[in-house]
């Protein structure tokens, strides 16, 4: 009931402002205009009375056929009759009123998406900042946000060497473990050099299964060692994250967004900040 009447208080000062703005009903005196629940009732024989039971009626028109926007107005929709559909599907013209990219979106769009981790919303409104600031067109705004998104990844390389190094070492670790288990060469090697026990006759080691069977006595401890070890550092990883403290990927996003915002003091630093915290560690992001 509460919102009938806020949304009426709301429908009636939209009338007022629209008569008075095009000089029409300057004869309604807003001692006429009736209170919420007179205008939601409307039944009474006071002529003054009918007569803004009358204004409600032009209120809605005016509600319904006032384009706020291309969108059509705020209050169409789920609440009443919208001519932008017709049986829950989209008419033609209104399809063709929908933008066809991130540039062709509304401000309040494109910071909604930016909030929500958008990395090509963040990029446009990045553009947009840079026409504001600037002064400048669209495209080239875009070869300035292009070159800002460049001095991101300067001098980084460093700061990316222990994800190659882990990367690099994991991927090492998994292909080499087959041979290190089933290849009978492999295993003899092995063992000749670092394990220096008793190997079965050969005709027990005649398919790679009977090889796994014997080096496995030595290969167990050892992957089960790393296993357990990286089990205890991602135990240690949550409860650091759950302490607030972030992990290392985290600072060096901080740090790098920390120096992008010093090299480019003359924009906005949520824009640079966002920007900088949503591009990846590895290459040029994808748009998405």
């Not at 090889?211 to 650091?240: D, H, K, T, Y």
């Amino acid at each position: 009931m509460l919102l009938q009447y806020r949304s009426l208080n709301k429908m009636t000062s939209l009338f007022e402002a629209g008569m008075r703005s095009s000089n029409v009903g300057a004869s309604v005196s807003s001692s006429s205009m009736l209170s919420p629940y007179d205008l939601r009732t409307c039944s009474t024989n006071d002529e003054t009375k009918k007569s803004s039971c009358n204004n409600v009626l032009v209120v809605r028109s005016f509600c319904k056929t006032t384009k706020l926007d291309k969108d059509g107005p705020a209050d169409q929709g789920y609440a009443s009759p919208d001519d932008r559909f017709n049986d829950d599907r989209p008419t033609v013209e209104y399809a063709k009123l929908m933008p066809h990219g991130f540039g062709g979106m509304r401000h309040e769009q494109i910071l909604q998406l930016c909030v929500e981790g958008s990395y090509s919303a963040r990029k446009e409104a990045m553009t947009r900042n840079v026409m504001a600031k600037d002064s400048i067109g669209y495209e080239e705004a875009a070869k300035v946000v292009t070159k800002i998104i460049e001095d991101n990844r300067k001098g980084m390389w460093s700061a990316y060497l222990p994800y190659h190094f882990g990367m690099g070492i994991s991927l090492f670790g998994a292909g080499i473990s087959f041979p290190m288990i089933f290849d009978l060469n492999t295993v003899q090697a092995f063992n000749d050099r670092f394990v220096t026990a008793e190997l079965p006759d050969l005709k027990d080691l005649e398919t790679f299964l009977e090889v796994g069977s014997c080096s496995w006595s030595w290969m167990e401890p050892i992957i089960g060692q790393i296993s357990f070890v990286l089990l205890a550092l991602q135990f240690a990883r949550n409860q650091a994250l759950n302490l607030g403290v972030k992990p290392y990927g985290n600072w060096v996003t901080k740090n790098r967004a920390d120096r992008l915002v010093a090299m480019y003091p003359q924009y906005d630093e949520i824009f640079i900040r966002w920007i900088s915290e949503a591009a990846s560690l590895h290459g040029p992001r994808a748009m998405k």
